[in-house]
């Protein structure tokens, strides 16, 4: 049987568990899945896809503002409109068609001025940490016909986890490494679509649909002897857990380095015992942590590269293969003008130089990003 997106697999979650520390400022969560009888197969670097439902609140008052009843019938819809808002639409991010379409029918200054403006970053922060509702709120005068409203929505989508188990140590589960995505405005509560579905509404037990996305692009070196450098902070490290496993499971020769970092160390240093257990176990062998409010300055991952900046460029002289997961709006970003700094230095050679040596790293695939 072939499980994907149209075809998910309901599989049931058989270990759920907070992370971060009860102090902490994020709600990081580790999810065992039971593969059952699925005959899924998956390999380090590769993602879960998972088919979530809307928040029971958000779309209650989604139809409460379009004046109609939970069980109202669609036109060309043969579920109910509670039915639709809960599992086949999204209703947290607006789509810019229904912004356009709210511009051209209310009257409401700011956005009228950016809409007319065409300042794409303009739009973007006016949108930022707003949902449907808030837009169906500018205007609460505004009677909005349901079957157009429909038209403005767009399929709810899966949303993919990196997996952070060996399928060679846990052959009849997945392991995901989930921050729990919440935030405040407008005097609202919100939350991510997926993080908190399977925080708020799944438990032990719980069936969830899922189906594996391969990643073929962010792989381990065939070569077992070839070393490698893991640069995952926060929840960026979950594939890393399972590199090491693999690794470990494999009887890997070469040398794995890890850069991990978060906020403290006391209550988000995720998978703390099973990292200080594989350095224990010679699987880890170099480990640079990087807490970025446990001190006055902030010291963020990057800045342990530039303090390990002769041995990390010894590592990649001598083959090894650099992987980064996470953030890829700032994270990524710092870390990629660390790695031209490191190179520069290292070589005292000129930008261009250094630019044409990590061209050469991401032609050889020893330079590899899951950003998201």
């Not at 049987?1 to 971060?20: D, F, G, T, V």
């Not at 205007?139 to 403005?152: C, H, V, W």
């Not at 995505?181 to 708020?200: A, H, I, K, P, Q």
Request: proline share 3%; glycine share 4%.
């Amino acid at each position: 049987m072939i499980w994907n997106r149209k075809n998910p697999y309901l599989a049931e979650i058989s270990e759920c568990k907070l992370l971060s520390g009860l102090k902490s400022k994020r709600e990081i969560r580790h999810y065992e899945i039971a593969l059952g009888n699925s005959k899924i197969i998956y390999e380090p670097g590769d993602s879960l896809g998972i088919i979530p439902q809307n928040n029971d609140e958000l779309v209650n008052y989604v139809i409460s503002r379009l004046g109609v009843t939970p069980s109202t019938m669609p036109v060309g819809y043969t579920n109910s409109l509670f039915e639709l808002l809960t599992n086949n639409f999204e209703i947290l991010m607006p789509t810019n068609r229904l912004i356009y379409f709210f511009n051209e029918n209310i009257s409401h200054k700011k956005l009228n001025d950016i809409v007319s403006s065409l300042d794409k970053e303009a739009l973007a922060d006016f949108k930022y940490g707003k949902d449907i509702l808030d837009f169906m709120n500018l205007d609460k005068d505004f009677k909005i016909d349901l079957d157009i409203f429909l038209t403005l929505l767009k399929p709810l989508q899966h949303r993919a986890y990196s997996i952070s188990s060996s399928n060679l140590i846990y052959p009849n589960q997945i392991h995901l490494t989930v921050s729990t995505e919440r935030w405040e405005n407008n005097f609202r509560n919100y939350g991510g679509v997926c993080s908190t579905f399977l925080s708020d509404m799944c438990s032990k037990g719980s069936k969830l649909q899922i189906f594996l996305i391969p990643n073929k692009l962010f792989k381990l070196p065939k070569n077992q002897k070839k070393p490698i450098i893991m640069i995952g902070p926060g929840t960026g490290v979950a594939p890393f857990i399972s590199f090491l496993q693999e690794r470990q499971a494999m009887k890997s020769t070469g040398k794995n380095w890890l850069f991990f970092g978060a906020q403290t160390k006391n209550y988000d240093f995720l998978y703390k015992d099973q990292i200080v257990q594989l350095q224990k176990d010679d699987v880890l062998q170099k480990l640079n942590l990087s807490f970025s409010r446990d001190q006055k300055e902030k010291i963020y991952v990057q800045d342990k590269m530039y303090e390990a900046r002769s041995d990390f460029f010894e590592w990649i002289e001598n083959g090894a293969y650099l992987y980064v997961c996470g953030d890829a709006y700032k994270m990524a970003k710092d870390v990629d003008a660390m790695l031209h700094k490191i190179i520069k230095l290292q070589l005292d050679c000129s930008n261009e130089e250094s630019l044409e040596y990590v061209k050469n790293l991401k032609k050889e695939k020893r330079y590899l990003l899951d950003v998201y």
